[in-house]
């Protein structure tokens, strides 16, 4: 047993004298100066040099740090500096520890304990049971490095396949979701993932023509998306994050219907609001009125799709008032008008969160897309989801009513046209809020 303890010991000592041996070389030649360094390594073919890369996060970090409470330079100079330690002798090795010992050659340099813990943090979380980075300064590093290494290997075409990930680009998804939501951070996915691309397309520009690398960085022509031509690749970005915030959400336990319930509303791209909602609406369906108004709008749902591949039409439109003949179509009428006014007026927002960012100085800008949701110079008001499902709780009853009393299908063309119309406006309300028709009940 002693003789085990003591060649034990003998391991640990020389191991640990390597380590004081590297660790004071590394103190000596200084953190600022190992960054020159990473011009020299290779993070990948097309993607050019860590130092390349450095350069990229540190642009984005500059301008993400306003928005999450974070100074701005000492986001980029936490940038410059968060891949140095990987020329270091004591990562070299020992590489479990990149990031750990950037961050104590940082202190040992003098330079800000918010730079020096988001050198250590930008990494974070790197798996299932890690903490995600706190400190606003690590957390715009923290976005940058996921956002570029995403951006840059969709650029370049390198995306995971069935179970291959060689580049770990399902885990950096997986901790920009963490990170936003564990910080409760207002972020439009459509607008980030525009600007990092509108970053890394000029970075790997230069690398392709210095190389000569043909790429087609856009990933083909621009298509149109809800209100505006974005990349193709950010189109297929976002669809990759949308399946990534689903598992992500069923790991938390929330419903795989009301999941694809919100999801299937056009534009969905601000993570935190996502969930919110979905929260929200689990809440009121688990309450009497939600559960039966979902019966309501579902029989509402499905006549309107008999009625119209009968008809070959789509009912849209106002129903007229004056073919409103029964007291129960009179009072659902009314309350659909009012509920669809108080949803609209609860999900309404004085400004989206990337209205709050200053301008790229470029002719074609976009502004940032992220801001804190509560932190200063986020401004304005966030939907209210609870005050929306109470707006559609006070649907159930005229809803009920009207299946009760009146025939949808009434003799009269005039008649039944305006009550399917009646029913449209039902189906318009509830999609304000979720496509009812993807929940299951």
Same mark, same amino acid.
């Given at each position: 047993?002693?003789?085990?303890?003591?060649?034990?010991?003998r391991?640990?000592? /020389?191991?640990?004298?390597?380590?004081?041996?590297?660790?004071?070389?590394d103190k000596?030649?200084?953190?600022?100066?190992m960054?020159?360094?990473?011009n020299?390594?290779?993070?990948?073919e097309k993607?050019?040099?860590?130092?390349?890369?450095?350069?990229r996060?540190?642009?984005?970090?500059?301008?993400?740090?306003p928005? #999450?409470?974070?100074?701005?330079?000492?986001a980029?100079?936490?940038?410059?500096l968060?891949?140095?330690?990987?020329?270091?002798?004591? #990562?070299?090795?020992?590489?479990?520890?990149?990031?750990?010992i950037?961050?104590?050659?940082?202190l040992?340099?003098?330079?800000?304990?918010? @730079?020096?813990?988001?050198?250590?943090?930008?990494?974070?979380?790197?798996?299932?049971g890690?903490?995600v980075?706190t400190?606003p @300064?690590?957390?715009?590093?923290?976005l940058?490095?996921?956002?570029?290494?995403l951006v840059?290997?969709w650029?370049?075409?390198?995306?995971?396949?069935?179970s291959?990930?060689?580049?770990?680009?399902?885990r950096a998804?997986?901790?920009v979701?963490? @990170? #936003?939501?564990e910080?409760?951070?207002? @972020?439009?996915?459509?607008d980030?993932?525009e600007?990092?691309n509108?970053?890394?397309?000029?970075?790997?520009s230069?690398?392709?023509?210095?190389?000569?690398?043909?790429l087609d960085l856009?990933?083909?022509s621009?298509?149109?998306?809800?209100?505006?031509?974005i990349?193709p690749?950010?189109?297929t970005?976002l669809?990759?994050?949308a399946?990534?915030?689903k598992?992500?959400?069923?790991?938390?336990? /929330?419903r795989?219907?009301?999941?694809?319930?919100?999801?299937?509303?056009?534009?969905?791209d601000?993570?935190?609001?996502?969930?919110?909602?979905v929260?929200?609406?689990g809440r009121?369906?688990e309450?009497?009125?939600g559960?039966?108004?979902?019966?309501g709008?579902?029989r509402?749902?499905n006549?309107?799709?008999i009625?119209e591949?009968?008809?070959?039409r789509?009912?849209?439109?106002?129903?007229?008032?004056?073919?409103?003949?029964?007291?129960?179509?009179?009072a659902?009428?009314?309350?659909?008008?009012?509920a669809? /006014?108080?949803?609209?007026?609860?999900l309404?927002?004085?400004?989206?969160?990337?209205e709050?960012?200053?301008?790229?100085?470029?002719?074609?800008?976009?502004?940032?897309?992220?801001?804190?949701?509560?932190?200063?110079?986020?401004?304005?008001?966030?939907p209210?989801?609870e005050?929306?499902?109470?707006?559609?709780?006070?649907?159930?009853?005229?809803?009920?009513a009207?299946?009760?009393?009146?025939?949808?299908?009434?003799?009269?063309?005039?008649?039944?046209?305006?009550?399917?119309?009646?029913?449209?406006?039902?189906?318009?309300?509830?999609?304000?809020v979720?496509d009812?028709?993807?929940i299951?009940?």
């Amino acid at each position: 047993g002693k003789a085990i303890i003591a060649g034990n010991e003998r391991v640990i000592r /020389a191991r640990l004298s390597d380590a004081k041996f590297f660790w004071e070389n590394d103190k000596r030649r200084g953190l600022a100066a190992m960054r020159p360094k990473l011009n020299e390594i290779t993070f990948h073919e097309k993607l050019g040099t860590q130092g390349e890369r450095v350069e990229r996060i540190a642009k984005l970090a500059r301008e993400l740090a306003p928005l #999450v409470g974070a100074d701005p330079d000492k986001a980029a100079r936490a940038a410059e500096l968060c891949k140095a330690d990987l020329v270091s002798e004591t #990562v070299g090795e020992f590489p479990e520890l990149q990031g750990v010992i950037g961050g104590y050659l940082a202190l040992q340099a003098g330079e800000s304990p918010m @730079v020096a813990d988001a050198i250590e943090a930008h990494y974070k979380p790197q798996g299932q049971g890690d903490s995600v980075p706190t400190n606003p @300064v690590s957390i715009a590093v923290a976005l940058a490095d996921k956002l570029d290494i995403l951006v840059g290997f969709w650029a370049i075409d390198e995306k995971p396949t069935g179970s291959k990930d060689p580049y770990a680009l399902r885990r950096a998804a997986l901790g920009v979701i963490r @990170v #936003v939501l564990e910080n409760k951070l207002r @972020v439009t996915l459509l607008d980030s993932l525009e600007q990092a691309n509108d970053t890394v397309e000029h970075s790997l520009s230069q690398i392709s023509k210095k190389k000569n690398i043909g790429l087609d960085l856009r990933g083909g022509s621009r298509i149109h998306y809800v209100d505006r031509d974005i990349s193709p690749n950010t189109l297929t970005l976002l669809e990759f994050f949308a399946d990534r915030l689903k598992v992500y959400l069923r790991e938390q336990g /929330a419903r795989h219907d009301l999941i694809d319930a919100v999801f299937a509303l056009p534009g969905q791209d601000d993570l935190l609001m996502i969930v919110r909602r979905v929260e929200a609406l689990g809440r009121f369906l688990e309450t009497d009125d939600g559960e039966n108004l979902l019966a309501g709008v579902k029989r509402a749902a499905n006549i309107l799709r008999i009625e119209e591949k009968k008809d070959g039409r789509a009912f849209d439109g106002e129903p007229s008032p004056a073919l409103l003949k029964e007291p129960e179509e009179k009072a659902l009428a009314k309350a659909v008008a009012q509920a669809s /006014a108080d949803i609209r007026a609860a999900l309404a927002e004085t400004s989206r969160p990337n209205e709050t960012a200053p301008a790229k100085p470029k002719s074609k800008a976009k502004p940032s897309p992220m801001k804190a949701a509560a932190k200063p110079g986020g401004g304005g008001t966030e939907p209210d989801f609870e005050s929306a499902m109470a707006a559609l709780a006070k649907l159930r009853a005229p809803v009920d009513a009207f299946f009760e009393r009146v025939t949808v299908n009434a003799p009269e063309a005039p008649l039944r046209e305006n009550r399917l119309k009646l029913l449209a406006q039902i189906r318009a309300a509830t999609l304000a809020v979720a496509d009812f028709a993807k929940i299951e009940g």
